[in-house]
């Protein structure tokens, strides 16, 4: 597969932007009309705030490359993995005339990404189980698809799709392959990692704001070919990531057990709390899940919702999206938010 016949003219044309820190980030810096005096913020030693951070994301691409065993061309960082959604979509999709394919219900933002982007988004069902339907996307598909978007585990139905689908679609679509593993620590099926290499179309996207716990540094990135990675850092914004996000990562990559300690405890609190919610009145389903949020399909979700809003506590509304009428999201939260979840719950359903 030639991936170049699928990106825009343009981004191939595109003489990117050569920042100051391109070259030199030593030296009397004097190329970047810095504040060379230093920094109104400097309570983290060596961290040289007064200088824009590295656009090459050196420091993050050896971190990872090394935590994952994946080569460092083949990591991209972006500010979550949402501006990655968003840079895919500006890289292959040409506004009003290409299209993405997103089999739904799913992640949110593949959309609002493409509406943003005046990109057309064909919309189309998981089937029951919420797996991948490949006869309706053979009947979906049509040339001017460059993207399909996949999330596995999916939000907001918490189920790991099939890998068979998901490389059946790598081989026989000429478009690219986003599969969103945002949730990949929660399960115990394995990532498709090792299915890049193999597939130049396959692109993975994970995030720090799970399993990691850091939502608030705001850092995502992507696995994928060396072709796809160069297209990425030719249209990023130059300094995409910041210096106190790479900081924050140096720290938390250290923090390995931790990270494992917490998924423990969410996985285990999901069983628990699957048990309870299954057992309550008013509650008519409650699917499984590989990731930190159970989906309830409910008699009246919208009473649920407002009764639990009264008494502060605050799940999501899923019942707008396909195939979700009356269903709720819970994430899973510490043993003692549950228990008064659970609390709340039985009060309003009694
Ligand atoms: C499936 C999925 N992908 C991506 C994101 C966004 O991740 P980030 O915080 O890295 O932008 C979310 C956030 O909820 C998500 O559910």
Known sequence: MNIKNLVRKNILNLKPYTSARDLYSSGILLDANENSYGSTF??????????????HQKILRKLISEYLAVKEENLFFGV?????????????????????LIP???????????????????????????????????KSFSDGVKIIFLCSPNNPTGNILNKKDILYLCENYNAIIIIDEAYIDFTEVLSLIKEVKNHPNLILLRTFSKAWGLAGIRLGYCIANEEIINLLFKIKAPYNINSLTTYALTKAVKKKKTKENYVKKIIRQRETMKKELTKLPGIIKVFDSDANFLLIKCVNAKEILKGLADKG??????SNQPKLEECLRISIGTAEQNKILLKALKEILK
């Open 104 to 138: 739904e219900p799913t992640y949110g933002m593949y959309k609002v990404a493409a509406d943003i982007n005046d990109v057309e988004v064909i919309s189309i069902l998981l089937n029951d189980d919420f797996q991948i339907d490949l006869e309706t996307i053979h």
């Open 80 to 100: 979550g993995s949402d501006e990655i959604i968003d840079l895919m979509i500006r890289i292959f999709c040409e506004p009003k005339k290409d299209k993405i």
């Open 313 to 318: 506590i605050i799940i999501r509304d899923r």
């Open 42 to 55: 400097n309570e983290i030693d060596g961290l040289n705030l007064n200088r824009y951070p590295d656009p």
